[in-house]
Nanobody, 116 residues
């Protein structure tokens, strides 16, 4: 069973950068997409970016031009490079793994706090 594990969150000042990583252990050949969502208290979890296996990446409007998603299939890992961070990017970021069967898994989340 694939289990995503995130790392790389933390505290950063506005305008700074962070890189999140998510390693998916298990049977990765069944993965159709890997991506990132985020959630703040009292709000729904929202898509940040997603990378389709062998295909393109899609971004939320709030992430375009500042965030970059990439995958290293040899390491079963997806990354989210976040630049020009803003206080409104503060959230818990969750790794998302979707399978060709249509099922999916969430990571446990990693906190990103953008504050001076």
């Amino acid at each position: 069973q694939v289990q995503p594990v995130e790392s790389g969150g933390g505290l950063v000042q506005p305008g700074g950068s962070l890189r999140l990583s998510c390693e998916a252990s298990g049977s990765i050949s069944s993965i159709s997409a890997m991506g990132w969502y985020r959630q703040v208290p009292g709000k729904q979890r929202e898509l940040v970016a997603i990378k389709i296996s062998g295909g393109s990446a899609n971004y939320a409007d709030s992430a375009k031009g500042r965030f970059t998603i990439s995958r290293d299939d040899a390491k079963n890992t997806v990354y989210l490079q976040m630049n020009s961070l803003k206080p409104e990017d503060t959230a818990v970021y969750y790794c998302y793994v979707r399978f060709w069967s249509g099922s999916f898994r969430w990571g446990r989340g990693t906190q990103v706090t953008v504050s001076s």
